[in-house]
């Protein structure tokens, strides 16, 4: 069976909330499940149901390898959330978390032709979510993990990882990971740097900050400086929770302390994912050729127009300016890829491999306003997808 977006029923309204165009589009879920085969007669149904199926299962049960074949399980993935991190509105709960989860699911199949399924937990105790997780994983090829709040979301993701032989992804930590460091090796080339020449700073130690500062390490960034609530993380700071004690740890060479803003000085790069705002004058602190990644939505930490009076390069979070850095460039592809060669795990290697072939994209077109493809360029996906598949293949977890 495929996942696909449903046709809007009724036009009927509750309490006029249909007058919302949203709330019209949404009535009665964004997606439905469909058959893959025809069931045309007594024949058809005898195979697809009783008692053809029942060869099928004994086949299974006595060569479990086959259900890779003989179902959908392995190229599925299960969207799961605790509704504690939702977008931008907190622990709302998993119910109200749906509409999101629907909406991650229909991304899956309309980006990367990925089946998806939403599932929303009542749980919020991380033993309870790993254990229910990995119970639900044989009907899976993958788990993406999504909107679960910092820093559950670090243990639920590693001892899932620990736990199944499938890819698991939080995608609120790794999407934007992979999509942060494909547009910063294109503003780096714009402006005739690498990776390695450019000291960054991070605001927001959550899920995503803490992702971004990892892979763009693992990509060699020169140095980064992390903030958080109470300032720049460094080692010595009292009250680090280990998620930020590990940080300060692997970060921060030049050991600035102090705010976000104070460390902007002379800085070339800044990726806000906190929340939280920098004024101009922080921004036309920083280096020449700056390069400013406002990521909070749907307030950037400092407006586009405002960064781009001293910045080389702008993007934001927000599809009405240019340079989104829009998670969907990366996770349909990242799946598409890992299922095809059903991988028994994302690597590190895997996730920088997306974050190169989507920035190759953009090739000879580049320019200040376009470091980042659009999501509907249909060259991303199946350029995404390759290089998962063929990363997986020299990580040695590539199981096809």
């Not at 360029?377 to 199946?382: K, L, M, N, T």
């Amino acid at each position: 069976m495929a996942v696909t977006p449903a046709s809007t029923p009724g036009s009927s309204s509750v309490e006029n909330l249909d007058l919302d165009p949203a709330f019209a589009l949404h009535r009665g879920g964004k997606i439905e499940i469909r058959s893959t085969i025809p069931v045309r007669d007594a024949d058809d149904l005898s195979l697809a149901y009783t008692p053809g199926v029942a060869r099928v299962c004994t086949a299974i049960a006595e060569t479990p390898s086959l259900v890779h074949d003989y179902t959908w399980a392995s190229r599925v993935v299960a969207v799961v959330s605790d509704g504690t991190a939702v977008l931008g509105l907190g622990d709302i709960g998993p119910a109200a978390a749906m509409p999101v989860m629907e909406g991650k699911a229909l991304l899956f199949k309309e980006f990367g032709g990925v089946d998806a399924v939403p599932i929303c937990l009542d749980c919020t105790d991380v033993d309870a979510l790993v254990e229910t997780v990995a119970r639900l994983a044989p009907s899976f090829g993958g788990i993406n993990l999504e909107d679960i709040s910092a820093p559950r979301c670090f243990e639920v993701e590693a001892r899932l990882r620990d736990l199944l032989d499938i890819p698991v992804f939080h995608d609120d930590q790794h999407g934007t990971a992979i999509v942060v460091l494909a547009a910063l090796q294109n503003a780096a080339r714009l402006t005739g740097r690498t990776l390695g020449d450019l000291r960054a700073v991070v605001a927001g130690a959550g899920a995503s900050g803490v992702a971004v500062t990892r892979i763009l390490l693992e990509a060699g960034i020169g140095d980064i400086a992390v903030s958080d609530s109470k300032g720049l993380i460094y080692q010595g700071r009292e009250g680090l929770n280990p998620v930020k004690e590990s940080l300060a740890r692997d970060t921060n060479k030049a050991r600035l302390t102090g705010s976000t803003e104070e460390a902007l000085a002379g800085a070339d790069v800044f990726v806000g994912l906190s929340g939280s705002t920098v004024t101009e004058q922080a921004i036309a602190s920083m280096a020449e050729g700056s390069i400013v990644f406002a990521l909070s939505n749907p307030t950037p930490e400092v407006h586009p127009e405002a960064a781009a009076r001293h910045a080389a390069v702008v993007a934001t979070g927000r599809s009405d300016f240019p340079n989104q850095i829009n998670n969907v460039l990366a996770f349909p592809g990242v799946f598409r890829g890992a299922l095809d060669v059903r991988a028994s795990t994302i690597t590190e290697n895997m996730k920088v491999a997306a974050a190169d072939a989507l920035a190759a994209v953009v090739g000879d077109d580049l320019t200040a306003t376009y470091v980042i493809p659009s999501p509907f360029d249909e060259r991303v996906a199946p350029a995404v997808t390759a290089a998962v598949a063929a990363q997986a293949r020299a990580d040695g977890v590539a199981r096809l």
